[in-house]
């Protein structure tokens, strides 16, 4: 049975890149939505309301073989109307990394919208008076405080994205949670390999934990020494 654990640890470390690339895609779209929801303008703001109530409203799985299949057949019916001769498959780990960022968007995108508006409108307001770009005063006066608003959201939405990423054997990357299949069934010893795979996912999770967790008392510290002078 040792002999399979080296392929899983390989798999491990597809599953951290998943995990990496899916989360700047969901970090993308939840500022992208989050700055629609608050814009002002009534198409952008009903887009990024749809977009948010779809998602969250469909399971991962479905949407998962929706994008891998049904992206497969349409893009190959979009390039037959263009005279492509030759079928296109689409890659199942850009699959996986395009379709958990884009479900993972839509609870960003909630998180960050709370974080931006839990930030003082006068800081944003006075950064403009003084001849502030918008941009320049999102990145800032905005982005440092909303970031300790959007952590323990951040946190919770990091954690699930992780574990999701298991979905992807689903469409055969062979990722960790695929490959300890794959060996479960030629030992029949699933739970030897599945307990080995529930660790490494522990691991990866317990670590993400410990980053977090610094990063949150790292953009806590000012507010920490300001009631401390206050009180």
Same mark, same amino acid.
Request: net charge positive.
């Given at each position: ?9 390989? @798999? !491990?470390? #597809?599953? %951290? ?6 989360? /700047?895609?969901?970090?993308?779209? $939840?500022? *992208? ?80 919208? @709370? !974080?931006? #508006?839990? %930030? ?6 006075? /950064?403009?008076?003084?001849?502030? $770009?918008? *941009? ?96």
């Amino acid at each position: 049975m040792l002999d399979y654990l080296p392929g899983i640890l390989h @798999g !491990a470390l #597809l599953t %951290v890149g998943v995990s990496l690339g899916a989360l /700047a895609v969901s970090v993308l779209l $939840g500022l *992208l939505g989050a700055t629609a929801k608050l814009s002002g303008r009534t198409p952008l703001v009903v887009l990024a309301t749809l977009y948010t109530t779809v998602i969250r409203g469909i399971p991962e799985l479905v949407l998962m073989l929706l994008v891998f299949y049904g992206g497969t057949i349409g893009l190959n019916a979009l390039l037959e109307t263009w005279g492509a001769a030759e079928p296109v498959d689409i890659n199942p780990f850009v699959a996986g990394v395009v379709t958990i960022g884009f479900i993972y968007g839509a609870y960003m995108t909630e998180t960050f919208r @709370g !974080a931006i #508006l839990a %930030v003082p409108r006068g800081q944003m307001e006075a /950064a403009w008076a003084f001849g502030m $770009g918008r *941009l320049a005063t999102f990145v800032r006066i905005t982005l440092p405080q909303m970031v300790r608003h959007a952590l323990p959201g951040f946190t919770n939405n990091w954690l699930v994205l992780i574990k999701s990423t298991a979905l992807v054997s689903l469409i055969g990357l062979k990722d960790m949670t695929f490959l300890a299949k794959q060996a479960s069934a030629a030992t029949r010893e699933p739970f030897f390999f599945f307990l080995f795979v529930g660790g490494l996912f522990l691991l990866y999770t317990s670590a993400s934990l410990w980053a977090l967790r610094w990063l949150q008392r790292r953009f806590s510290a000012g507010v920490r020494q300001a009631d401390g002078w206050h009180g």
